[in-house]
Protein backbone atom coordinates (compact mmCIF):
# COMPACT_ATOMS: atom_id res chain seq x y z
CA UNK A 1 0.00 0.00 0.00
CA UNK A 2 1.56 3.35 -1.33
CA UNK A 3 1.52 6.44 1.62
CA UNK A 4 1.84 9.78 1.44
CA UNK A 5 5.63 10.56 3.61
CA UNK A 6 6.17 13.62 5.34
CA UNK A 7 6.10 16.37 3.94
CA UNK A 8 9.59 18.51 3.31
CA UNK A 9 9.37 21.98 5.02
CA UNK A 10 9.45 24.86 2.48
CA UNK A 11 9.72 28.36 2.54
CA UNK A 12 7.25 31.03 3.44
CA UNK A 13 6.20 32.28 0.02
CA UNK A 14 6.41 36.23 -0.50
CA UNK A 15 2.85 37.42 -0.98
CA UNK A 16 2.48 39.04 -4.33
CA UNK A 17 1.85 42.52 -5.13
CA UNK A 18 -1.44 43.08 -4.79
CA UNK A 19 -3.73 46.12 -6.33
CA UNK A 20 -4.92 48.03 -3.03
CA UNK A 21 -8.55 48.18 -3.40
CA UNK A 22 -11.26 51.40 -3.21
CA UNK A 23 -11.46 51.81 0.47
CA UNK A 24 -14.44 53.29 2.89
CA UNK A 25 -14.12 56.17 4.53
CA UNK A 26 -13.44 54.19 8.53
CA UNK A 27 -10.16 52.84 5.76
CA UNK A 28 -11.70 49.14 6.03
CA UNK A 29 -11.90 47.02 2.65
CA UNK A 30 -15.21 46.51 0.95
CA UNK A 31 -16.34 43.17 2.75
CA UNK A 32 -17.87 41.90 0.04
CA UNK A 33 -14.53 41.54 -1.48
CA UNK A 34 -12.99 39.47 1.76
CA UNK A 35 -11.51 36.07 0.07
CA UNK A 36 -12.32 32.71 1.65
CA UNK A 37 -9.72 30.90 3.59
CA UNK A 38 -8.85 27.43 4.43
CA UNK A 39 -6.32 26.80 6.93
CA UNK A 40 -4.80 23.02 6.64
CA UNK A 41 -2.87 21.33 10.02
CA UNK A 42 -2.50 18.11 11.44
CA UNK A 43 -0.21 15.73 12.37
CA UNK A 44 3.14 15.89 10.97
CA UNK A 45 3.48 13.00 7.96
CA UNK A 46 -0.20 13.17 7.55
CA UNK A 47 0.21 14.98 4.45
CA UNK A 48 -0.80 18.67 4.45
CA UNK A 49 1.80 19.29 1.95
CA UNK A 50 -0.18 17.22 -0.47
CA UNK A 51 -3.24 18.70 0.80
CA UNK A 52 -2.07 22.08 -0.20
CA UNK A 53 -0.78 21.03 -3.33
CA UNK A 54 -4.19 20.34 -4.55
CA UNK A 55 -5.74 23.39 -3.53
CA UNK A 56 -2.60 25.31 -5.01
CA UNK A 57 -3.13 23.30 -8.31
CA UNK A 58 -7.55 24.13 -8.12
CA UNK A 59 -6.25 27.96 -8.32
CA UNK A 60 -5.93 28.65 -4.63
CA UNK A 61 -3.20 31.27 -3.34
CA UNK A 62 -1.33 28.66 -0.93
CA UNK A 63 1.29 30.00 1.74
CA UNK A 64 2.88 26.99 3.78
CA UNK A 65 4.39 27.35 6.94
CA UNK A 66 2.87 30.75 7.64
CA UNK A 67 2.81 32.44 11.17
CA UNK A 68 -0.86 32.58 12.57
CA UNK A 69 -0.41 35.68 13.26
CA UNK A 70 0.37 36.94 9.39
CA UNK A 71 -3.20 35.58 8.54
CA UNK A 72 -5.12 38.20 9.41
CA UNK A 73 -2.73 40.50 7.38
CA UNK A 74 -3.22 37.63 3.81
CA UNK A 75 -6.62 38.03 4.60
CA UNK A 76 -6.63 42.08 4.73
CA UNK A 77 -4.42 42.07 1.09
CA UNK A 78 -6.68 39.19 -0.48
CA UNK A 79 -9.52 41.97 0.27
CA UNK A 80 -7.72 44.71 -1.35
CA UNK A 81 -6.28 42.66 -4.66
CA UNK A 82 -10.42 43.65 -6.34
CA UNK A 83 -11.16 39.51 -6.85
CA UNK A 84 -7.22 38.72 -7.78
CA UNK A 85 -7.21 36.66 -4.88
CA UNK A 86 -9.97 35.16 -4.06
CA UNK A 87 -9.28 32.00 -2.41
CA UNK A 88 -6.50 32.32 0.20
CA UNK A 89 -5.28 28.61 2.12
CA UNK A 90 -2.57 28.67 4.83
CA UNK A 91 -0.69 25.44 5.88
CA UNK A 92 -0.01 25.97 9.52
CA UNK A 93 2.56 23.77 11.26
CA UNK A 94 1.67 24.54 15.46
CA UNK A 95 4.78 23.34 16.82
CA UNK A 96 4.16 25.01 20.29
CA UNK A 97 2.06 26.09 22.66
CA UNK A 98 2.39 29.71 22.15
CA UNK A 99 2.49 29.17 18.25
CA UNK A 100 -1.47 27.71 19.17
CA UNK A 101 -2.57 30.52 21.23
CA UNK A 102 -1.63 32.91 18.14
CA UNK A 103 -3.54 30.34 15.62
CA UNK A 104 -6.27 30.59 18.04
CA UNK A 105 -6.09 34.57 18.25
CA UNK A 106 -6.16 34.61 14.98
CA UNK A 107 -9.31 32.64 13.89
CA UNK A 108 -10.66 34.22 15.78
CA UNK A 109 -10.33 38.03 14.34
CA UNK A 110 -11.14 36.63 11.60
CA UNK A 111 -14.27 35.48 12.39
CA UNK A 112 -15.56 38.52 13.85
CA UNK A 113 -14.23 39.98 10.68
CA UNK A 114 -17.03 37.89 8.96
CA UNK A 115 -14.56 35.79 6.85
CA UNK A 116 -15.64 32.81 5.00
CA UNK A 117 -13.35 30.38 7.35
CA UNK A 118 -12.55 26.36 7.26
CA UNK A 119 -9.96 24.28 8.72
CA UNK A 120 -9.29 21.00 7.46
CA UNK A 121 -7.48 18.83 9.71
CA UNK A 122 -5.07 15.94 8.68
CA UNK A 123 -5.23 12.72 10.90
CA UNK A 124 -3.38 9.71 10.91
CA UNK A 125 -2.78 6.30 12.73
CA UNK A 126 0.61 6.17 15.06
CA UNK A 127 1.70 2.99 13.48
CA UNK A 128 1.31 4.85 9.83
CA UNK A 129 2.49 8.10 11.05
CA UNK A 130 5.74 5.72 12.55
CA UNK A 131 6.21 4.16 9.29
CA UNK A 132 6.16 7.20 7.18
CA UNK A 133 9.36 9.04 9.43
CA UNK A 134 10.87 5.45 9.51
CA UNK A 135 10.55 5.37 5.44
CA UNK A 136 12.51 9.07 5.11
CA UNK A 137 14.63 8.66 8.08
CA UNK A 138 13.71 11.87 9.61
CA UNK A 139 12.84 12.60 13.60
CA UNK A 140 9.09 13.57 14.87
CA UNK A 141 9.86 17.49 14.60
CA UNK A 142 8.84 17.52 17.97
CA UNK A 143 10.43 14.00 20.03
CA UNK A 144 13.73 15.88 20.90
CA UNK A 145 15.79 13.42 22.36
CA UNK A 146 12.79 10.86 22.84
CA UNK A 147 11.11 8.50 20.26
CA UNK A 148 9.09 9.36 17.31
CA UNK A 149 6.23 8.25 19.22
CA UNK A 150 7.24 10.29 21.65
CA UNK A 151 6.93 13.61 19.26
CA UNK A 152 3.63 11.97 17.98
CA UNK A 153 1.92 11.70 21.10
CA UNK A 154 3.12 15.63 22.40
CA UNK A 155 1.99 16.82 18.53
CA UNK A 156 -1.50 15.06 19.36
CA UNK A 157 -1.94 16.34 22.63
CA UNK A 158 -1.15 20.21 21.21
CA UNK A 159 -3.46 20.08 18.45
CA UNK A 160 -6.65 17.86 20.24
CA UNK A 161 -8.46 20.96 20.65
CA UNK A 162 -7.98 22.35 16.81
CA UNK A 163 -9.16 18.82 15.96
CA UNK A 164 -12.20 19.17 17.91
CA UNK A 165 -12.76 22.66 16.19
CA UNK A 166 -12.28 21.72 12.53
CA UNK A 167 -14.99 21.87 9.91
CA UNK A 168 -13.46 18.69 8.19
CA UNK A 169 -10.96 16.08 9.44
CA UNK A 170 -9.46 13.45 6.75
CA UNK A 171 -8.11 10.27 8.50
CA UNK A 172 -5.12 9.27 5.68
CA UNK A 173 -3.80 6.35 7.68
CA UNK A 174 -5.34 3.94 4.33
CA UNK A 175 -5.38 6.52 2.24
CA UNK A 176 -2.17 7.13 -1.06
CA UNK A 177 -1.29 10.33 -2.23
CA UNK A 178 -3.68 9.91 -5.01
CA UNK A 179 -6.50 9.20 -2.65
CA UNK A 180 -5.86 12.12 -0.63
CA UNK A 181 -6.28 14.15 -4.00
CA UNK A 182 -9.08 13.09 -4.81
CA UNK A 183 -10.70 13.35 -1.22
CA UNK A 184 -9.76 17.01 -1.49
CA UNK A 185 -11.46 17.91 -4.98
CA UNK A 186 -14.18 16.10 -3.90
CA UNK A 187 -14.27 18.98 -1.24
CA UNK A 188 -13.02 22.23 -3.24
CA UNK A 189 -12.78 21.14 -6.57
CA UNK A 190 -16.51 23.09 -7.41
CA UNK A 191 -16.44 26.82 -7.24
CA UNK A 192 -20.09 26.89 -6.16
CA UNK A 193 -19.62 24.88 -2.79
CA UNK A 194 -22.81 23.14 -1.65
CA UNK A 195 -24.37 23.65 1.57
CA UNK A 196 -23.36 20.46 2.95
CA UNK A 197 -21.32 17.69 1.73
CA UNK A 198 -21.79 13.62 3.17
CA UNK A 199 -19.12 10.90 2.58
CA UNK A 200 -20.73 7.56 3.31
CA UNK A 201 -17.50 5.64 4.10
CA UNK A 202 -17.90 1.29 4.31
CA UNK A 203 -15.87 -0.25 6.92
CA UNK A 204 -14.60 -3.27 8.92
CA UNK A 205 -14.53 -3.48 12.36
CA UNK A 206 -12.01 -5.90 12.74
CA UNK A 207 -9.46 -2.95 11.13
CA UNK A 208 -10.68 -0.11 13.63
CA UNK A 209 -13.16 2.77 13.55
CA UNK A 210 -12.43 5.28 10.92
CA UNK A 211 -11.16 8.44 12.86
CA UNK A 212 -12.93 10.94 11.27
CA UNK A 213 -16.60 9.64 11.30
CA UNK A 214 -19.13 11.66 13.07
CA UNK A 215 -21.53 8.69 12.86
CA UNK A 216 -21.29 4.89 13.04
CA UNK A 217 -23.67 2.71 11.94
CA UNK A 218 -23.33 -1.06 12.46
CA UNK A 219 -24.71 -3.65 10.41
CA UNK A 220 -23.61 -6.65 12.17
CA UNK A 221 -27.34 -7.76 13.26
CA UNK A 222 -27.48 -8.74 10.08
CA UNK A 223 -26.25 -12.64 8.46
CA UNK A 224 -23.20 -12.38 7.11
CA UNK A 225 -22.85 -13.36 3.44
CA UNK A 226 -19.39 -14.63 4.31
CA UNK A 227 -20.74 -17.78 5.72
CA UNK A 228 -22.74 -18.53 2.22
CA UNK A 229 -20.64 -20.61 -0.07
CA UNK A 230 -21.75 -18.91 -3.12
CA UNK A 231 -21.72 -15.54 -1.65
CA UNK A 232 -18.20 -15.31 -0.15
CA UNK A 233 -16.15 -14.36 -2.61
CA UNK A 234 -18.46 -11.26 -3.87
CA UNK A 235 -18.77 -7.94 -2.21
CA UNK A 236 -22.11 -5.89 -1.30
CA UNK A 237 -21.57 -3.48 -4.60
CA UNK A 238 -22.89 -7.10 -6.46
CA UNK A 239 -25.96 -7.37 -6.71
CA UNK A 240 -26.62 -11.24 -5.58
CA UNK A 241 -25.07 -9.93 -2.39
CA UNK A 242 -26.96 -6.58 -1.97
CA UNK A 243 -30.23 -8.67 -2.79
CA UNK A 244 -29.26 -11.58 -0.05
CA UNK A 245 -28.44 -8.28 2.84
CA UNK A 246 -31.72 -6.81 1.87
CA UNK A 247 -33.70 -10.17 1.96
CA UNK A 248 -32.85 -10.29 5.59
CA UNK A 249 -35.53 -9.15 8.48
CA UNK A 250 -35.12 -5.59 9.40
CA UNK A 251 -32.83 -4.39 6.91
CA UNK A 252 -34.76 -2.27 4.93
CA UNK A 253 -36.24 -1.27 7.95
CA UNK A 254 -32.73 -0.16 9.15
CA UNK A 255 -32.09 1.66 6.36
CA UNK A 256 -35.60 3.14 6.17
CA UNK A 257 -35.34 4.25 9.91
CA UNK A 258 -31.77 5.64 9.49
CA UNK A 259 -32.34 7.94 6.10
CA UNK A 260 -35.13 9.33 8.27
CA UNK A 261 -32.89 10.05 11.87
CA UNK A 262 -30.42 11.31 8.82
CA UNK A 263 -33.23 14.27 7.77
CA UNK A 264 -32.88 15.30 11.46
CA UNK A 265 -29.51 15.41 11.81
CA UNK A 266 -28.51 17.12 8.16
CA UNK A 267 -30.78 19.65 9.03
CA UNK A 268 -29.76 20.76 12.29
CA UNK A 269 -26.08 20.24 10.70
CA UNK A 270 -27.18 23.07 8.12
CA UNK A 271 -28.29 25.24 11.32
CA UNK A 272 -25.29 25.06 12.91
CA UNK A 273 -23.32 25.73 9.53
CA UNK A 274 -21.47 22.27 9.63
CA UNK A 275 -20.33 21.79 5.78
CA UNK A 276 -19.07 18.16 6.05
CA UNK A 277 -20.26 14.93 7.27
CA UNK A 278 -18.64 11.25 7.45
CA UNK A 279 -21.34 8.33 7.77
CA UNK A 280 -19.42 5.58 8.37
CA UNK A 281 -20.75 2.12 7.82
CA UNK A 282 -19.27 -0.80 9.55
CA UNK A 283 -19.39 -4.59 9.44
CA UNK A 284 -16.69 -7.63 10.28
CA UNK A 285 -14.67 -7.09 7.42
CA UNK A 286 -15.92 -4.20 5.51
CA UNK A 287 -16.51 -6.89 2.32
CA UNK A 288 -20.56 -7.39 2.82
CA UNK A 289 -22.77 -6.06 4.10
CA UNK A 290 -21.75 -2.74 5.27
CA UNK A 291 -20.62 -2.17 1.67
CA UNK A 292 -24.55 -2.98 0.82
CA UNK A 293 -25.74 -0.52 2.91
CA UNK A 294 -23.69 2.17 2.26
CA UNK A 295 -24.47 1.67 -1.60
CA UNK A 296 -27.81 2.04 -0.96
CA UNK A 297 -27.82 4.93 1.66
CA UNK A 298 -25.59 6.80 -0.41
CA UNK A 299 -28.38 6.74 -2.71
CA UNK A 300 -31.26 7.72 -0.30
CA UNK A 301 -29.13 10.45 0.47
CA UNK A 302 -28.33 11.60 -3.05
CA UNK A 303 -32.17 11.26 -3.84
CA UNK A 304 -33.06 13.82 -1.14
CA UNK A 305 -30.27 16.41 -2.61
CA UNK A 306 -27.76 15.99 -0.44
CA UNK A 307 -24.39 15.45 -2.64
CA UNK A 308 -22.70 12.69 -1.03
CA UNK A 309 -18.81 10.56 -1.79
CA UNK A 310 -19.35 6.93 -1.32
CA UNK A 311 -15.64 5.67 -0.26
CA UNK A 312 -15.45 1.75 0.95
CA UNK A 313 -12.85 2.10 3.14
CA UNK A 314 -12.08 -2.06 3.34
CA UNK A 315 -13.23 -3.74 0.60
CA UNK A 316 -10.67 -5.51 -1.19
CA UNK A 317 -8.56 -5.91 2.05
CA UNK A 318 -8.71 -9.80 2.30
Request: net charge negative.
Amino acid sequence: MVVSTPEPQRQVQTPPELPLEPQSETGEADSSEVPELVIISGMSGAGRSTAAKCLEDLGWFVVDNLPPALIPTMVDLGARSQGAVARISAVVDVRGRSFFDDLRSALDELEKGGVRLRVVFLEASEDALVRRFENVRRPHPLQGDGRIVDGIERERELLRELRGEADLVIDTSNLNVHELRAKMDAHFADEQEPELRATVMSFGFKYGLPVDADLVVDCRFLPNPHWVPELRSHTGTDEEVARYVFDQPGAKEFLNGYVELLRIVTEGYRREGKRYMTIAVGCTGGKHRSVAMSERLAKRLSADGLETVLVHRDMGRE
